[in-house]
């Protein structure tokens, strides 16, 4: 089920804090061009948010948005739902979502947002996010601790 981290952590039942840690608007590195089907140096904007539970750093996400499809983002309240926000204020209704995960070492960066050791196990997502018109609207780059995050993830066979 495609919810953004607020939800999935109200759901668990865990309260959420968010620290942004920067919103700057550049133009879009080329493979986030290339997930969000956008021309080469469109502008996007990029938000990195710390998430935190029970004062323990859990996440860092960087998300990339269209910067035409979300003007003035910054006048926004960023440290709440991001989904709600895209969905309230610009009218883009979230519908489906394409995740890549991995594990790998914590970067020195991440390690330090975090609180933990350089080359420290996590576990690295990758969302791509997709309108309810079929227009890519977020790319999505996760780094999860995997000793206090875990995913869930139902299959179905088709016959």
């Not at 493979?31 to 021309?39: D, G, Q």
């Not at 539970?53 to 979300?70: F, K, N």
């Not at 227009?135 to 875990?150: A, K």
Request: hydrophobic residues 35%; charged residues 20%; glycine residues 4%.
């Amino acid at each position: 089920q495609l919810v953004s981290t607020t939800e999935a952590m109200r759901l668990r039942g865990w309260t959420l804090v968010t620290k942004v840690i920067h919103l700057i608007t550049i133009h879009a590195p080329p493979h986030v061009a290339r997930a969000l089907e956008l021309a080469p140096e469109t502008n996007v904007h990029e938000l990195q948010r710390l998430r935190i539970v029970e004062q323990v750093p859990l996440s860092v996400q960087t998300a990339y948005l269209p910067a035409h499809l979300c003007p003035n983002l910054e006048e926004n309240d960023l440290t709440s739902s991001l989904y709600r926000l895209l969905e309230t204020r610009y009218n883009l209704r979230l519908w489906t979502g394409q995740e890549t995960l991995r594990a790998r070492g914590a970067t020195q960066d991440e390690a330090r947002l975090l609180q933990v050791r350089k080359g420290t196990p996590v576990m690295s997502a990758e969302r791509l996010t997709y309108s309810s018109t079929g227009t890519p609207v977020e790319y999505l780059e996760s780094v999860w601790c995997g000793d206090r995050y875990d995913f869930k993830v139902t299959l179905t066979r088709s016959l």
